[in-house]
Structure formats: structure tokens, C-alpha cells
């Protein structure tokens, strides 16, 4: 199992950025593709961007964070990020990451770990 604590969430003007980091103790992190998910009050929680588990391939982004949202890793640091830049109101969710154990790159059934969460809430 493995251990993971987002941090970087925060209040932020529209057309603002963030940078949200999750990371771990854990020896084996190298070994796992990443996902950001977030939920935002009221929504079920979604997939956000995804990467393998070298960090040479990112594997998905959804499509209303295209262009704005960069997902990347530095297995050195056991550290997956999500570089969120021109933020909006609508992407006012808490953030979560979680390790990859199943195929479908899009689907949270197949994720697991999560970390706790950190909340970003961006002001129109």
C-alpha cells in the first residue's frame, strides 16, 4: 500500500494557477502510473490527468483541462504534480491523487491509495 498526501491546494482568482503535489514514502511509488482526480460538492469524482509510471507518458487528460493542466512526476522525489494554470470557477473541486492498479486509464475503479485530498476553490 502506499501512503500519499496532496498539498499546493488553495484560493485562487480566476485565470489564476496552482500547483498541487501528492507524494510518498513509499519505495515502490517508481513502480505505479498516477492519477489527479477531483470532486467538486454535489459531483462525483473525476478523472483529471494521468501518467505512466516512468513520467514519459502522459496518458490522459480529460477534456476540460486540456491545455490548461500539465500532470508530470520526479520518481526521485516520489512526487507526482498537477500544474494547473488559466484556473475557472468551474474547476473549484478537491483535489485528489491516487496510484494506478487496474487498465483503464480513465476510470477511478481503477485507482486506489488515495490520498486525502487538498482543496482548491478558485473566485470568479
Known amino acids: 500500500q502506499v501512503h500519499l498526501v496532496e498539498s499546493g491546494g488553495g484560493l485562487v482568482q480566476a485565470g489564476g494557477s496552482l500547483r498541487l503535489s501528492c507524494t510518498t514514502s513509499?519505495?515502490?511509488?517508481?513502480?505505479?502510473?498516477m492519477g489527479w482526480f477531483r470532486q467538486a460538492p454535489g459531483k462525483g469524482r473525476e478523472v483529471v490527468a494521468a501518467?505512466?509510471?516512468?513520467?514519459?507518458?502522459?496518458?490522459y487528460y480529460a477534456d476540460s483541462v486540456k491545455g490548461r493542466f500539465t500532470i508530470s512526476r520526479d520518481n526521485a522525489k516520489n512526487t507526482v504534480y498537477l500544474q494547473m494554470n488559466s484556473l475557472k470557477p468551474e474547476d473549484t473541486a478537491v483535489y485528489y491523487c491516487?496510484?494506478?492498479?487496474?487498465?483503464?486509464?480513465?476510470?477511478?475503479?481503477?485507482?486506489?491509495?488515495w490520498g486525502q485530498g487538498t482543496q482548491v476553490t478558485v473566485s470568479s
Open positions: 491516487a496510484v494506478r492498479t487496474g487498465s483503464t486509464v480513465n476510470s477511478g475503479s481503477s485507482y486506489g491509495d
Open positions: 513509499g519505495r515502490t511509488f517508481r513502480e505505479y502510473a
Open positions: 501518467v505512466n509510471s516512468a513520467g514519459d507518458n502522459v496518458e
